[in-house]
């Protein structure tokens, strides 16, 4: 492993920050009420779900379409293995789901990653599309109809568990790509194939590998949240707004950082609460997704983030809006 | 025998419509390089306004959808300038970001038709509705026979301007190779943003083919941007020729599970081929080029 030099005062800075950040989430049940810890339990999964995008569409450069159906496998996985005629409890139901999205990643990352970007955007769209006509004719998956899982009414469990995933999750993107050799490797292939490749990357077995990580990561949030709302069906856990919301957090916040993703995730689930409980439905939620999406992709392609890392390139985006209005 | 000929037959009639839905996207993606998410929206845009222009004004589909190519032609070409920015702006990825976008733009399309229509499914009628061609064996709905006619009018029409016009072949300079189009004399960005504009407008006449045919709500646009994408990765992306073949292929298919098979199965037989076809051929069946 490179050692990098360490620069002190900012390294303390964010080290403070990061620890008085966990402390504050650790602590946070204690103080609201369990409406509001809902939305906290789902600010923290969906932190999770674009940190785990952010992997293959921010750092590989491979825009997915097809997330949704890592998370629907992570939940119907879980669905079906914890009803009453197989009956294992949730934890040991992780297990097979993540190695089941991993070797579907697999299955549908080495070809088609192969090809430009383009076609695996489509194909993973593609896949998630027939994954989702697939549940709703299958038998077991219980068709349009969905699964019931057995029911565990503990807010303050569902808190932690999402808590330490989402933790783990970053931890995880944080040493395995910001400061690991397969790091470099990622961003290598992003800025440049062939050049990657010229120096002896496996550009082919990074991509996968990235996919497969992604994937694994989605499909944990999926069980999570399948046992969590203890009721699912095809729409809800494989249906195409899920995706949706992962692609436009992430491009909200900054492609390719670590905390761009979590930035956006809250404000954007903060919002569609918000819109839910005023307005009563979230159908006007999405062509606001679509507005932002448009307007981020012209104006700030590097997101809300940029804004706040390095004060004069976030000056020079607002003065650079400025102008373009 | 005769249901084998019956299904034929459908298939061929659906497989023109799908032409006509594809072949715009096509001539977008070879000359922006942009892969339009956007293409079922335009559809299922194009779908409403016949619907509102029939049910409020008595304006017959056949009829209307000139207008509605006019209407889309004028949007698009509207927003043909914003998608050439982003395409070809410094970004890192130009080509991704111009993904999002029309990612972004579909979703504004099927968020905004479901808070304003609702989820119902909305048929369109026309004097040709319900009337019967009986050939031998085997029944044509008259509906249907028009729609694949103006299907292959507006296709043809997009050949004859594409290789019978200037504006043509300045269009096919611009897919060849932008740069070299533009020190010829090509003003590159107006002719990209009436590409753009064509495209919509071919498009939504697509979706008031569709829409008469089947219904129209607001997600049914998602089914037909992966129709389009089937087309255009079989024929390859940019082929504007090879969308005859491909469009016919995916027809044919879609009618043939549904008589054989099962209608409930033929999404999933659909995309699974999709994804085949995308393993096996991925430049497509008949290769690159306008």
Not at chain 1, 161 to 171: C, N
Not at chain 2, 7 to 36: A, Y
Not at chain 2, 79 to 93: D, E, N, Q
Not at chain 2, 238 to 259: C, D, I, Q
């Amino acid at each position: 492993m490179a050692s990098k030099p360490v620069q002190t005062p900012k390294f303390i800075v964010r080290a403070v920050l990061v620890g008085a950040m966990a402390i504050a989430l650790a602590v946070l049940p204690a103080f609201i009420d369990p409406y509001t810890l809902r939305i906290a339990t789902g600010a923290l999964m969906w932190a999770g779900l674009a940190c785990a995008w952010n992997i293959v569409g921010g750092y590989a450069g491979y825009i997915s379409f097809g997330h949704s159906a890592f998370f629907g496998i992570g939940a119907y996985t879980t669905a079906t293995l914890m009803q009453s005629d197989v009956g294992a409890s949730f934890f040991i139901t992780l297990l097979p789901a993540i190695v089941l999205a991993i070797a579907v990643a697999v299955a549908i990352g080495g070809p088609t990653m192969r090809l430009r970007g383009a076609y695996f955007a489509i194909a993973t769209w593609a896949f998630a599309e027939m994954l989702l006509q697939l549940v709703t004719v299958l038998d077991f998956t219980g068709g349009t109809a969905g699964l019931s899982l057995p029911a565990y009414l503990n807010e303050f469990f569902f808190y932690y568990t999402m808590l330490i995933a989402a933790a783990a999750s970053f931890v995880g993107v944080w040493l395995l790509i910001e400061h690991s050799r397969f790091g470099f490797r990622i961003k290598a292939l992003r800025d440049d194939e062939p050049a990657a490749e010229s120096l002896g990357i496996r550009t082919n077995l990074v991509k996968v590998q990235s996919f497969a990580l992604s994937a694994a990561i989605t499909a944990l949030f999926g069980s999570i949240y399948a046992y969590w709302t203890t009721y699912i069906d095809p729409h809800s856990v494989m249906g195409p707004e899920i995706t949706d919301q992962m692609v436009v957090m992430v491009l909200l916040g900054g492609l390719g950082t670590v905390w761009g993703p979590a930035l956006g995730a809250v404000l954007l689930w903060v919002t569609n609460r918000y819109i839910w409980s005023t307005f009563g439905d979230t159908v006007i939620y999405l062509p606001i997704l679509g507005v932002i999406i448009a307007l981020v992709v012209l104006f700030l392609p590097n997101g809300l983030i940029s804004l706040l890392v390095g004060r004069q390139r976030g000056k020079e985006l607002i003065s650079s809006i400025l102008s373009k209005l | 025998m005769d249901l084998f000929l019956q299904t034929l037959i459908n298939g061929i009639l659906i497989g023109g419509i799908l032409i006509c839905l594809t072949i715009g996207f096509q001539l977008t993606f070879g000359v922006l390089h942009v892969i339009d998410f956007a293409v079922g929206g335009w559809a299922m845009l194009g779908g409403y306004t016949a619907y509102w222009l029939v049910t409020l004004a008595g304006i017959d589909p056949f009829i209307s959808i000139f207008l509605v190519f006019a209407l889309f032609l004028l949007i698009g070409r509207g927003l043909g300038p914003l998608i050439y920015r982003v395409r070809t702006s410094r970004y890192a990825r130009p080509d991704l970001m111009a993904l999002a976008f029309t990612f972004g733009l579909f979703l504004f399309m099927r968020g905004g038709a479901l808070w304003l229509w609702s989820y119902n499914s909305r048929s369109v009628e026309s004097v040709l509705s319900g009337q019967f061609l009986s050939l031998g064996p085997v029944t044509i709905p008259l509906m249907r026979l028009s729609a694949f006619l103006m299907a292959l009018l507006f296709s043809l029409g997009l050949f004859i301007l594409l290789y019978r016009s200037r504006f043509g072949m300045a269009v096919r300079a611009l897919a060849q190779n932008r740069d070299h189009a533009g020190l010829m004399g090509v003003d590159v960005k107006r002719v990209s943003a009436w590409v753009y504009g064509i495209y919509a407008g071919l498009t939504a006449s697509a979706g008031v083919l569709i829409a008469t045919i089947y219904s129209v709500n607001p997600t049914v646009g998602i089914r037909y941007t992966l129709f389009a994408f089937f087309v255009a990765v079989l024929a390859g992306l940019g082929s504007v020729g090879g969308v005859l073949v491909a469009g016919l292929a995916l027809g044919l298919l879609e009618a043939y599970v549904a008589t054989y098979i099962g209608a409930r199965y033929s999404l999933l037989i659909v995309f699974g081929t999709l994804y085949l076809a995308l393993l096996v051929a991925p430049k497509g069946v008949l290769g690159r080029g306008i």
